[in-house]
Nanobody
Framework: VQLQASGGGLVQPGGSLRLSCAAS????????MYWVRQAPGKGIEYVSR????????YYADSVKGRFTASRDNAKKTLYLQMNILKPEDTALYYC??????????WGRGTQVTVSS
């Protein structure tokens, strides 16, 4: 049972990245999923939450209008399209599975660095 995030990298301010999170060994389509990030020296921030069908994702105010979460249940993959990136978006990004009001499974993070 695991989640594997990928797609991070170094990008200039104003640029875009698309993160992916591949799920394996569990029924991905039955779980709500989260994108969570942690910037250096800061706490965890819940970036996005998406329900089982991918309808009406939740976004943190800090990313609303710039980030789009989606999922492909057939491919067991979660996505985060990040546009108009800012230096303050620099963080380690994690995907996580929600279960019983908790995030019970986390993938390894993928680093996003926004810098000129």
């Amino acid at each position: 049972v695991q989640l594997q995030a990928s797609g991070g990298g170094l990008v200039q301010p104003g640029g875009s990245l698309r993160l992916s999170c591949a799920a394996s060994e569990f029924t991905f389509s039955t779980y709500w999923m989260y994108w969570v990030r942690q910037a250096p020296g800061k706490g965890i921030e819940y970036v996005s939450r998406i329900n089982t069908s991918g309808d009406s994702p939740y976004y943190a105010d800090s990313v609303k209008g710039r980030f789009t979460a989606s999922r492909d249940n057939a491919k067991k993959t979660l996505y985060l399209q990040m546009n108009i990136l800012k230096p303050e978006d620099t963080a380690l990004y994690y995907c996580a599975r929600a279960y019983d009001y908790d995030l019970d499974l986390w993938g390894r993070g993928t680093q996003v660095t926004v810098s000129s």
